[in-house]
Structure formats: C-alpha cells, structure tokens
C-alpha cells in the first residue's frame, strides 16, 4: 500500500504534538525498539519514524521542483491497488490515486514540518521550512491534473443513457451548467497521453479533512463543486438515500468504464460509513475556517500546543 507511509506522520503529529497525552507518552513511545520485523530489529521507532519521513520527503522533492505528471505518487508496478480503494477496479485502472497526490502527500508534508518545529527530527532541522515549501507546492499545483470538466449538454446525454442503463431516475433536470470535478486517478503519466480517469468521487473528503490550504480561488471553487455532488442525486451527483456513494461512473461515457463501479462492486455504487464521516468532518473544518485570516494556515497550527518535545528526552 503506498497510502500508509504518508499517514504515520500525519498521526504523529496530531498525536504526539497536538495532545497533551501524546506529549506526555512521547519520549518512552520512540524510545521502543522495533521487534516485528526483522530488518528492523535493533532499531528504535524514533528511527523508523526518520526513516519513514526521510523516505517522504525524498518522494516529494521531485514535483516540489518541477510539476510534472510523472513525479506523482503512482502504485507500485506489480501490483493492481495500493490505497484505500483496495480492488483491483477501484481505480478504474488508474494507478496514480487522487487521495495520495492532492490531500495525504502534502498533508504528510505539512505534519513533517510540525513535528521538525517540535523537536522531532533533530538530524533534519530544515524539514521546518523544506517540508512547508513542498506541501505548498503540492497543495498548489496538484489539483489541476485530475480535473475534468464536461458540457452541459454532454452531461445529460450522459446521465440520461446511464440512468436508462440502470433502470433509474436520471434527474438531469438539475444540470443548469458544466459539470466540473477531480479524477479518480490518472493513467499514462509516462506518455504524451495521460489522462485522467472520469469517475466522479467522495475522494474530495480527504483534502477537506487533512489540509487547509491558502489558494482561496482555488478553495472556493473547489469546496462549490464539492458541494455540488454531495447534494445533487445519483447519478447526476452522489446523493442517495442511505448516503453519499463513493463512486458516480455517469460521465465516464464508457460502458465498460461503468460496469466496473456497479452496486456489486467494492468500491462502485455503494456506500462507506468513514467517508461520510470524514466529508462531514472535513467541510466543517473547512467552515470553521470562516473569518480567519485568508493567509493564515488556520486549523491546528493555531491552536495551543502542548509544548516543545526533545528527542533527547528518550535518554533521560
């Protein structure tokens, strides 16, 4: 799984530095010495942890520098999945992830960042800044590659034919304009053709939950068009009757494409219980962002902090 990496300093850090409990357990948690796995044995999870970080920003750096397709965060060549849409279709047979690329990476990033700023990481104490100028760049520029934009005219024609196909309401009387939204993934990255897959999500949750980003152009659009498909009805948004489905293959314009995100399929027409969870908590992180300062990060980083850790501290 390449989702998992990214993760472990975004836990850490609204753990060890966010609460007062993680501050207080810190020093005796790192201190533990790795026994699982034996190429790790001997060392501490301090270590592991630098390991993990070092191996993130090593990843980051290249699209940090120059954004391009091809730095992205794609599934590893051996294998059909590798986040959290863990069937073989759960991609669409993409193999560049949405959630990785525009919400985890640089919320992986700003957490590094934090945690230099605690005292974690005292070999790297340029993660500081470093890290925050990558998450910035990738908080940025990523977006732009997943998006897709269809007529309203061809959104109809398409929501019409499919709702046929499934024997269901269409409702494309609520289209009054282009539909607009982000890719599941991205294919052919290593080509002059890569394109995006055109499968409409809930994917969106993780950036509104993870990251408070600056761009407010870009904000605002991207929490409208959120907004939208959360509130329109399937198949022309994601609106159901037991909640939001975690995929909507309407405008994919590919029979084939469709048949992959069924009702019988894992990650297809279906609902998840933690993604209407973090939707829920991800826009109301970004309401109460209302009011404060456009150029501030808001979110935790405002907020009282427990105090400064030494990773010196596990030698005491």
Same mark, same amino acid.
């Given at each position: 799984?390449?989702?998992?990496?990214?993760?472990?300093?975004?836990?850490?850090?609204?753990?060890?530095?966010?609460?007062?409990?993680?501050?207080?357990?810190?020093?005796?948690?790192?201190?533990?010495?790795?026994?699982?796995?034996?190429?790790?044995?001997?060392?501490?999870?301090?270590?592991?942890?630098?390991?993990?970080?070092?191996?993130?920003?090593?990843?980051?750096?290249?699209?940090?520098?120059?954004?391009?397709?091809?730095?992205?965060?794609?599934?590893? =060549?051996?294998?059909?999945?590798?986040?959290?849409?863990?069937?073989?279709?759960?991609?669409?047979?993409?193999?560049?992830?949405?959630?990785?690329?525009?919400?985890?990476?640089?919320?992986?990033?700003?957490?590094?960042?934090?945690?230099?700023?605690?005292?974690?990481?005292?070999?790297?104490?340029?993660? %500081?800044?470093?890290?925050?100028?990558?998450? $910035?760049?990738?908080?940025?520029?990523?977006?732009?590659?997943?998006?897709?934009?269809?007529?309203?005219?061809?959104?109809?024609?398409?929501?019409?034919?499919?709702?046929?196909?499934?024997?269901?309401?269409?409702?494309?009387?609520?289209?009054?304009?282009?539909?607009?939204?982000?890719?599941?993934?991205?294919?052919?990255?290593?080509?002059?053709?890569? %394109?995006?897959?055109?499968?409409?999500?809930?994917?969106?949750?993780?950036?509104?939950?993870?990251?408070?980003?600056?761009?407010?152009?870009?904000? %605002?659009?991207?929490?409208?068009?959120?907004?939208?498909?959360?509130? $329109?009805?399937?198949?022309?948004?994601?609106?159901?009757?037991?909640?939001?489905?975690?995929?909507?293959?309407?405008? =994919?314009?590919?029979?084939?494409?469709?048949?992959?995100?069924?009702?019988?399929?894992?990650?297809?027409?279906?609902?998840?219980?933690?993604?209407? =969870?973090?939707?829920?908590?991800?826009?109301?992180?970004?309401?109460?962002?209302?009011?404060?300062?456009?150029?501030?990060?808001?979110?935790?980083?405002? $907020?009282?902090?427990?105090?400064?850790?030494?990773?010196?501290?596990?030698?005491?």
């Amino acid at each position: 799984m390449i989702d998992t990496d990214f993760l472990l300093p975004i836990t850490m850090e609204r753990y060890f530095v966010a609460t007062e409990p993680g501050a207080n357990r810190s020093s005796a948690f790192f201190a533990r010495t790795a026994t699982f796995l034996a190429e790790n044995s001997g060392l501490t999870y301090a270590a592991l942890a630098q390991r993990t970080a070092e191996k993130i920003m090593r990843t980051a750096a290249p699209f940090a520098k120059e954004q391009l397709p091809q730095h992205f965060v794609r599934l590893k =060549a051996t294998e059909a999945v590798g986040q959290w849409r863990d069937s073989n279709d759960g991609l669409g047979g993409g193999r560049v992830p949405y959630d990785v690329n525009t919400a985890l990476v640089p919320a992986s990033l700003r957490a590094i960042a934090a945690l230099s700023r605690a005292g974690y990481f005292p070999e790297h104490p340029e993660w %500081s800044e470093t890290a925050d100028g990558y998450a $910035q760049v990738w908080e940025d520029e990523s977006l732009r590659f997943f998006y897709v934009t269809v007529t309203r005219a061809d959104a109809v024609a398409m929501v019409d034919r499919y709702a046929a196909n499934l024997s269901v309401p269409s409702h494309s009387a609520v289209l009054t304009a282009d539909v607009t939204y982000y890719g599941l993934a991205l294919n052919n990255i290593d080509t002059a053709g890569v %394109s995006v897959v055109p499968i409409m999500h809930t994917d969106d949750c993780f950036r509104h939950f993870l990251l408070n980003t600056t761009n407010q152009t870009q904000l %605002s659009a991207f929490l409208r068009q959120t907004a939208d498909h959360i509130l $329109q009805p399937f198949p022309v948004g994601l609106s159901s009757e037991v909640g939001l489905f975690v995929a909507n293959a309407a405008y =994919a314009g590919d029979e084939g494409l469709q048949a992959r995100f069924g009702k019988h399929a894992y990650h297809g027409t279906v609902v998840w219980s933690w993604q209407l =969870a973090m939707m829920a908590a991800g826009l109301g992180r970004q309401l109460g962002r209302c009011g404060e300062d456009p150029g501030g990060r808001g979110g935790r980083e405002s $907020q009282e902090k427990p105090g400064k850790w030494s990773w010196s501290r596990m030698r005491e």
